[in-house]
């Protein structure tokens, strides 16, 4: 496993690129477009890649965040990519739940659940 | 009679800003024995609307001035934000969970601070909110099957 910034750990597996987000509140708005820096970084150019992103260590997030996940997944899908988001707490699923994407990101239990439904 | 705490503090346009008096807020809250979720409801609407303040009030400029002001009681927590923008409608903002808006990548920060918060009311030109939420507030939890 490879840090590539401080706030994401990267770990392949399965053909799967599983990103973790390693701090426990992702709020300032400087951080997010970092993250969104980092992210779009390793996706890059690929074709058909199946990102997990990892929120287990995620206590808090602002609606910011859903407005980056978006654009991502743009990039993502517009590259015939997948995307999964997985180890969601209740409390931010909640936010999920209201603003109603649930509905728009495929949502996993955990990191096992998302590779498996991803290999499908 | 009530025991009211009261908090005012003036800050700079500046995502760090808020840190200070959240932790402020924070501790009212554990020594009143607010809840996680009251806690958690009422950061979430406070980072959205100093949000909303810095970008589309202050559009990021470091040296405006953001105004906010705490009354937490047992009972009850009043919020006022105010900058110095040029204000804005509340009501033009668009429902972000219709079809045609879900995949927009803006427009969530009113709508989840109203789905957290008992009371979200703007004052006449639209640069001071002012937000309430009484203690163990179900307001932030769907139904089950939604």
């Given at each position: 496993?490879?840090?590539?910034?401080?706030?994401?750990?990267?770990?392949?597996?399965?053909?799967?690129?599983?990103?973790?987000?390693?701090?426990?509140?992702?709020?300032?708005?400087?951080?997010?477009r970092d993250l969104d820096k980092a992210l779009?970084?390793?996706?890059?150019?690929?074709?058909?890649?199946?990102?997990?992103?990892?929120?287990?260590?995620?206590?808090?997030?602002?609606?910011?965040?859903?407005?980056?996940?978006?654009?991502?997944?743009?990039?993502?899908?517009?590259?015939?990519?997948?995307?999964?988001?997985?180890?969601?707490?209740?409390?931010?699923?909640?936010?999920?739940?209201?603003?109603?994407?649930?509905?728009?990101?495929?949502?996993?239990?955990?990191?096992?659940?998302?590779?498996?439904?991803?290999?499908? | 009679?009530?025991?009211?705490?009261?908090?005012?503090?003036?800050?700079?346009?500046?995502?760090?800003?808020?840190?200070?008096?959240?932790?402020?807020?924070?501790?009212?809250?554990e020594s009143m024995d607010y809840s996680d979720?009251?806690?958690?409801?009422?950061?979430?609407?406070?980072?959205?609307?100093?949000?909303?303040?810095?970008?589309?009030?202050?559009?990021?400029?470091?040296?405006?001035?953001?105004?906010?002001?705490?009354?937490?009681?047992?009972?009850?927590?009043?919020?006022?934000?105010?900058?110095?923008?040029?204000?804005?409608?509340?009501?033009?903002?668009?429902?972000?969970?219709?079809?045609e808006n879900l995949y927009k990548t803006e427009?969530?920060?009113?709508?989840?601070?109203?789905?957290?918060?008992?009371?979200?009311?703007?004052?006449?030109?639209?640069?001071?909110?002012?937000?309430?939420?009484?203690?163990?507030?179900?307001?932030?939890?769907?139904?089950?099957?939604?």
């Open positions: 496993m490879a840090d590539i910034c401080p706030r994401i750990k990267i770990e392949y597996q399965d053909e799967a690129t599983i990103v973790e987000f390693t701090d426990d509140k992702i709020l300032e708005e400087k951080d997010i779009s970084a390793i996706i890059g150019q690929a074709t058909g890649i199946n990102m997990i992103l990892d929120f287990s260590n995620v206590k808090f997030l602002s609606s910011a965040v859903l407005g980056m996940l978006i654009r991502l997944s743009k990039r993502i899908y517009e590259n015939e990519g997948q995307l999964a988001l997985c180890g969601i707490n209740p409390k931010i699923y909640e936010i999920f739940k209201i603003t109603r994407l649930n509905k728009v990101f495929d949502i996993y239990k955990n990191i096992d659940a998302a590779i498996d439904r991803l290999a499908e | 009679m009530t025991d009211i705490h009261t908090h005012k503090v003036t800050v700079q346009s500046n995502s760090e800003a808020l840190k200070e008096s959240w932790q402020w807020l924070l501790k009212q809250f979720h009251d806690s958690f409801a009422v950061h979430l609407a406070l980072e959205e609307a100093f949000y909303n303040a810095i970008s589309h009030g202050h559009k990021m400029n470091i040296e405006k001035k953001v105004d906010i002001e705490f009354n937490v009681s047992p009972e009850k927590v009043d919020i006022y934000l105010t900058d110095s923008g040029p204000g804005f409608d509340p009501n033009t903002i668009p429902d972000c969970r219709l079809p427009g969530r920060g009113i709508f989840l601070m109203k789905a957290y918060m008992d009371l979200v009311e703007y004052n006449k030109s639209g640069n001071c909110v002012h937000m309430v939420r009484h203690r163990n507030s179900s307001k932030g939890v769907t139904a089950k099957n939604n």
